[in-house]
């Protein structure tokens, strides 16, 4: 792919925007409002605001490898505590996908480097529904279910952070699971019950006084 495609394309990009509206540009440099924080996977197929037709200034991002929340990534709570404290989202989206590079890896017995520690985090998720997951005998599907768990997993790592207590109290903030299928463009709601999933942690994870 020849790069210099990609500034041909901003260029017709920035026309489109500014002949339905001059002062679009003017507008969005003034300051972002997200509405909703947005954690998914890095994979070049899963692209969060195009496949949720939302706009510049509407989707505060981060991806990374499988969509994990991990407690000492500093990079990921940081991308969280700014948009729930600063922001103020009023939604925390966590997503994943069928077909994860990342969850598969996190299933093979292979030592891939560097990326062990990161991918250990997928394997805690296996050992927390071992039960489930090997009853499942048709490996796509128990694939497809360790995508989901890894979700709602990173999706209740979310909810033991402070700021994110405090705003699901304080203002009503609501922390989600989906799901993204490649095969078929669908995006769906895992449907968490995640005031029951705070309920549940709260004994062990409460950080307010
Ligand atoms: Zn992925």
Redesign the pocket.
Known sequence: MDLSKIFENNEKWIQAKTADDPAYFENLNKGQKPNVLYIG???SR?TAEDLMGMQPGELFVHRN??NIVNAIDLNAQSVINYAVKYLEVNHVVVCG?YS????KAAMESKDMGILNPWLRNIRDVYRAHKDELNAITDEQKRYDRLVELNVKEQAINVLKMAAVQRAVRKRGMQVHGWVFDIKTGKLIDLKIDFQKALADIMEIYRLED
């Open positions: 996977c890095s994979d899963v490898v499988a996908h994860c590079g990342g969850v």
